[in-house]
């Protein structure tokens, strides 16, 4: 494939695939509970590229990285806090050599875990912490920023005006909705899928979309409601590979390969352009959802 642009891909009609899962896989690959993930990406690089390898190889087309709580305030908890722009610079470096030069590397960028609205954090240091990964992500070989699992408009505003007023990357905005008692989706911040469309392509996202939180049977609804906001903005999934159930204290999720593949001409049909996976997930789910957008082809 090309290395243009995402949303110039998009533009020019193809749906893209990103990866899966990445907790899960570290934890196979020896992540002990209560261990910092991203020092994985300074103690063991190698470990790291392979899940992005493992994703390339199954076919995506992009793929994100391990920083997910990248930020100082997420690192301070493990005595991190002073690495934080090595950390994501070594991230961008695993995943950029686990998916090689074809494909995009979407790095991604979790919520800081502070509340501006409780002013326990102020805004000011909230975009100095985002600028801080995005700088090093791009530094490390990152092409786009993922701000992911979203739930508060502000905290993703900020993350995207960070990363668009210091970096030239493109930005992928996605937040986590949950389905309510009267049917409709909401973070819990109480966001709709409306309201965050909305205010992400006002802050300026290149790709708007949603992540975690809900099987692809009801993404589908979340983005039915985003392209009410918008007939041209690309979307973004990352589905989970269904709801999870409790399996002797351990979260399972149901879904198959098979099962996720069979729902993703639906999904595209209500708008969405770029398909992934969330918790749950594996490269045998990538190359499945890989299959079945070339089905359609």
Partial sequence: MSKKKITEA???GEVLVSDGAWGTFLHLKGLKSGECPEAWCLNRAADVADVAKSYADAGADMVETNS???SCFKLEHYGLADKAAAINEAAAKASRTGAGAGRWVIASIGPTGKMLVTEEVTEKEMYDAFKTQAVALEKGGADA???ET???IDEAALAVKATKENTKLEVICTFSFEKTVKGDYRTMMG???ADAARAMIGAGADVIGTNCGNGIERMIDIVKEMRTVSKDIPILVHANAGLPHNVNGKDVFPESPEDMAKQVPDLIKA???IVGGC???T????AAIKAAIAALK
């Fill in 10 to 12: 998009v533009k020019a």
């Fill in 68 to 70: 997910f709580g990248g």
């Fill in 145 to 147: 920023v993922c701000i």
């Fill in 150 to 152: 979203m739930s508060d």
């Fill in 191 to 193: 966001v709709t899928p």
């Fill in 271 to 273: 708008g969405a352009n």
């Fill in 279 to 281: 918790c749950g997930t």
């Fill in 283 to 286: 490269p045998a789910h990538i």
